[in-house]
């Protein structure tokens, strides 16, 4: 099935040093999600994206939703150690009975 | 607080054993989902269901099979559990309108 391409794989940062990756595709979403999952844990929201050019906040996080409906972004400012996890986005067309299409993942290790 | 339940968060079994995995939501949710997740290879969609007693197949359907009989449980089954399908399974909930995904705790499976 496809996937939406999302970079970058990994990042190594420094306590404080703010974070970004995003996420492309071919298609058309109307919705965008984005997902943090903890090790060993299932993936919990972080935002959703519901329009073209929505930005959103929660706390640190950022993400807006691209204008050409083709892209999503995150943003992390002043990262904590607790960011740490893997960050996923996931896109849904219209008519996919909620079908999601999930990026590949970005592993986030941050350094005290 | 929305919840999504799987039943166990460990499994072992044993190579041709009939393994049962069940979900349970409480949002009243129309879909449901079942994915796989194995490293390197991302979250992929085994069998989704948007109706009781409805299923479509995902990108990985072979060797697995589902039940929805009550709106909030959905069943994954394994019918002769093999050591290829050894890996952590998530079941996620969404409704039609918003889109936007619950997920379980996970349940990692071990076939030896």
């Known amino acids: 099935g496809q996937q939406l391409n999302q970079s970058p794989q990994s990042m190594f940062i420094q306590e404080g040093e703010d974070v970004s990756m995003n996420c492309t595709s071919s298609?058309?979403?109307?919705?965008w999600l984005w997902y943090k999952q903890d090790p060993g844990e299932g993936p919990v929201l972080l935002i959703a994206?519901?329009?073209?050019?929505e930005l959103t906040s929660n706390g640190r996080l950022t993400a807006q939703f691209g204008i050409t409906r083709k892209d999503s972004f995150l943003n992390i400012s002043a990262s904590i150690p607790s960011d740490v996890g893997i960050y996923f986005c996931?896109?849904?067309?219209?008519?996919?009975?909620?079908?999601?299409?999930f990026g590949q993942g970005t592993i986030l290790t941050v350094h005290p | 607080d929305v919840k999504v339940t799987q039943s166990s968060r460990y499994l072992v079994k044993r190579t041709g054993e009939k393994v049962f995995l069940e979900c349970v939501q409480d949002m009243d949710h129309e879909n449901m989902f079942w994915y796989r997740q194995d490293p390197g290879l991302g979250l992929r969609l085994i069998y989704f269901?948007?109706?009781?007693?409805?299923?479509e197949k995902g990108d990985i359907p072979e060797g697995y099979s589902v039940s929805r009989e009550k709106k909030e449980r959905f069943s994954l089954i394994l019918e002769s559990a093999s050591t290829n399908q050894t890996s952590m399974y998530l079941c996620a909930s969404s409704s039609t309108v918003k889109g936007e995904a619950f997920f379980g705790q996970g349940t990692r499976l071990t076939v030896v």
């Open positions: 269901s948007y109706d009781v007693k409805m299923k």
């Open positions: 996931a896109g849904r067309r219209g008519t996919s009975y909620g079908k999601l299409t």
């Open positions: 994206l519901y329009k073209a050019g």
């Open positions: 298609s058309i979403f109307n919705t």
